[in-house]
Nanobody, 123 residues
Framework: QVQLVERGGGLVQAGGSLRLSCATS????MGWFRQAPGKERDFVAA????????AYADSVKGRFTISRDNAKNILYLQMTNLKPEDTAVYYC????????????????????WGQGTQVTVSS
């Protein structure tokens, strides 16, 4: 069982920054996904169990940074230069199945999900 607690969502203006965090009960491969109303849940970023490899969606590459503090079991998503199209509910996810050094970018590859935190970017 993996418990995930997300924090850090809020309202920001376009061009602003926000940092999301996800406290986990154990160390696993992790990812961030987002879902806007009426849309599918989309991949944002992922990180391996060790933190040695990361992957990003093209839409956020260069603006978002995923990282983890393995000593504290906390996952982070640093978001900069936010755009209105970034508005969505952001979810952290954990994969308990073996991942090795491979990043996982599909929702089906994850086993546990946080409750989600709303990020709203105004024009």
């Amino acid at each position: 069982q993996v418990q995930l607690v997300e924090r850090g969502g809020g309202l920001v203006q376009a061009g602003g920054s926000l940092r999301l965090s996800c406290a986990t009960s154990r160390r696993t491969a992790m990812g961030w996904f987002r879902q806007a109303p009426g849309k599918e849940r989309d991949f944002v970023a992922a990180i391996t169990w060790s933190g040695g490899s990361t992957a990003y969606a093209d839409s956020v590459k260069g603006r978002f940074t995923i990282s983890r503090d393995n000593a504290k079991n906390i996952l982070y998503l640093q978001m900069t230069n936010l755009k209105p199209e970034d508005t969505a509910v952001y979810y952290c996810a954990a994969r308990i199945r073996y991942s090795g050094n491979s990043v996982r970018i599909s929702p089906e590859e994850y086993d546990y999900w946080g409750q989600g935190t709303q990020v709203t970017v105004s024009s």
